[in-house]
């Protein structure tokens, strides 16, 4: 065919050619050297930096913190957020927090940060990553037992003891403005995040508050079906932890099966 056409038209069509020869050979090149180019604006996937973990409701760093030293055990720099007051103020306030944790991290050298949040310190996150443009800092999000929708248990203090219900309280409650707003928000697709949770959730009920779309959702039932984890339990488990470990890696965030399960407790043990 090309021999029909004119001199000028051979050129230019080879030209495209080559063209488009060299751009596969750069994306290529880019595949061998760790998966496809980084979007425009996002952290690269490829260059694990910080951790930061943010407590659940009332601000507690126990669990979070033996967390945190195992991360720390597989050689990356962990810490956990120190929110505001007890904890339970305003989510938009901790979120403000969060913001000042991971500009300092940044600040200081670390090519990426990768954040956790444990129960309403996942909430948090969201809501970092909505108002604060967290999708464009954090390489990586993951929550455990967060209640993103809500938990029943904070609508019935917000109605029967109104007094004893501070801020977060009265907006963990399904239905809360703070929750609708961000239920209208979609999940920024080039932030990968992994949600995990147990379905012997007695705090944050219905479990399945934890789901969210565009996230890789777990349950650690669909991996260790015999598992009996509780709430307060995910941030300790092996199970849990070797779910985190693997979510920090470089790989694609997949969800893992059955037959995960011995090698995940394995590593989160370890």
Known sequence: MLRTLAPRRRLFLGGVAAVVVVLGAVAGLRACRGGPAVPSGFPDQRRPGSVLLVPGYGGGQGALSVLAARIRHDGRTARVVSLPGDGTGDL????????????????????????????????????????????????????????????RLAAVGSVVAPGACPTACQQLAPGSDLLRRLDGIPLPPALPWLSVWTRNDQTVQPPESARLSGAVNVAVQDVCPEAAVQHGELPTDPLVTGLVLAGLGTAALTAPGPGDCAALRARGGA
């Open 92 to 151: 938009a306030a901790q979120a403000a927090t969060l913001d000042a944790a991971v500009g300092r991290e940044l600040r200081a050298g670390a090519p990426s940060v990768d954040v956790i949040g444990y129960s309403a310190g996942g909430v948090v996150v969201l809501l970092w990553v909505a108002d604060r443009g967290g999708a464009h800092l954090a390489r990586r999000v993951i929550t455990l037992g967060s209640p993103l929708h809500g938990a």
